[in-house]
């Protein structure tokens, strides 16, 4: 033994008694509780797809009859590839490691889809079953007697997948790895750990998750109160916020009721009324030019205003084109009739029509107004 070899010994042996002489370590047993509950959620399914797939065409034996036996072989399968799992992939070299997951439940998944196919019995590996819809409502079908009958706890479960989650999480990413000499720094740990379970301080959200996922989830919690996402005054659960915003939101943009005789603006709901009170004149000669068709542009905007002037009020009352056009052929009969009559064309000098008939010009109100809407 050459001299490096022993000093590298002696340093060794002196580290294993400085160890012992501290005493042992005392390890965090936090977790990701999220993830150790997706891993218990899974073992159902797949001791049922075993169960299935062992007994398909099977006249003797049901799924129900090898549930025990399975369930004790799949916990002893899970465990052991669990803790051969670090010493596998440490062997993989190359692209096989980097191709290697390091989602706990992937990994456990894939242990169990294994341990289904080492179960299969010769029909079920020669015929069509394996990709059969029957096989799938075969297998949830199991599932729900399980969860009826209390097969298999939740508590048990949830036990087995905090063990499966702490060895084959080698990365830490999942479960706290630190250790204490002595239970006052534990404590004190704890109390600061990012695996520590906390709960929704939201009200109305019961769910649990570990501190380091509190923002993950303070960013998607549907109870949480936050501001409109179109920035009117309210605050509401982020779970109302889509009905608000489409419904009863003051900033949600809506087309003007005049739309239909030309206004093109489009404008938060909340000053839909101030704009039709600014916009009066304009929607007034709009509506005017649609059953005034003949008539000339400098006439209808003479008319609408003296409309405007002499019926405001009224004409406030109108909020769509339906109520401001039967307005307007009441209002216009009612004003003075010269205000009234429209001009049409070019109108006949006095003197070269003395000798002639009157013409005849109707009145606002007996215009068509077929074009209604």
């Known amino acids: 033994m050459t001299l490096d070899a022993m000093g590298s010994d002696m340093e060794r042996v002196h580290e294993e008694i400085e160890g012992e002489s501290r005493g042992p370590s ?39 009859l090898v549930a025990v036996d399975l369930r004790k072989e799949f916990v002893e399968y899970l465990t052991q590839r669990s803790e051969s799992f670090v010493a596998e992939t440490a062997i993989l070299e190359g692209d096989l490691a980097a191709e290697a997951s390091d989602d706990p439940y992937e990994i456990i998944a894939d242990f169990a889809d294994d341990f289904a196919a080492l179960k299969r019995n010769l029909f079920g590996r020669i015929s069509g079953w394996l990709l059969s819809e029957k096989r799938e409502d075969k297998i949830d079908d199991i599932v729900q007697e399980m969860e009826l009958s209390k097969f298999w706890a939740t508590d048990r479960r949830e036990a087995i997948a905090r063990t499966l989650l702490k060895n084959v999480d080698f990365k830490g990413a999942f479960h706290c790895v630190m250790k204490f000499d002595a239970a006052e720094d534990l404590a004190e740990h704890v109390t600061s750990c990012g695996f520590r379970s906390m709960i929704c301080a939201n009200e109305g959200c019961n769910a ?20 409109c996402e179109q920035n009117c005054s309210e605050s509401l659960m982020r779970r109302e916020m ?132």
Do not use: W
């Open 26 to 64: 005392i390890h965090c047993d936090l977790y990701d509780t999220e993830i150790s509950h997706k891993i218990a959620q899974m073992l159902l399914p797949g001791l049922a797809t075993a169960c299935v797939d062992n007994t398909t065409g099977d006249i003797f034996r049901t799924p129900a």
């Open 242 to 373: 889509d009905r608000h915003c489409i419904t009863t939101c003051p900033m949600k943009l809506v087309k003007c009721p005049f739309y239909q005789v030309g206004c093109q603006s489009t404008v938060p709901q909340g000053t839909l009324k101030q704009h039709i009170h600014d916009s009066l004149r304009d929607h007034v000669l709009r509506v005017l030019q649609r059953f005034h068709k003949e008539a000339s542009t400098a006439d209808l905007k003479r008319q609408a205003e003296q409309l405007e002037l002499s019926f405001s009020s009224e004409l406030a009352l109108a909020c769509d084109v339906k109520s401001l056009t039967t307005a307007l052929k009441d209002l216009e009969a009612r004003l003075p009739q010269p205000e009234a009559n429209m001009t049409t064309g070019p109108q006949p000098d006095a003197h070269t029509t003395s000798d002639a008939e009157p013409t005849e010009v109707s009145s606002p109100a007996d215009i068509n107004t077929d074009h209604e809407s």
């Open 208 to 227: 649990r998750f570990t501190a380091a996922h509190l923002e993950k989830h303070d960013l998607a919690c549907p109870f949480k109160v936050i501001p």
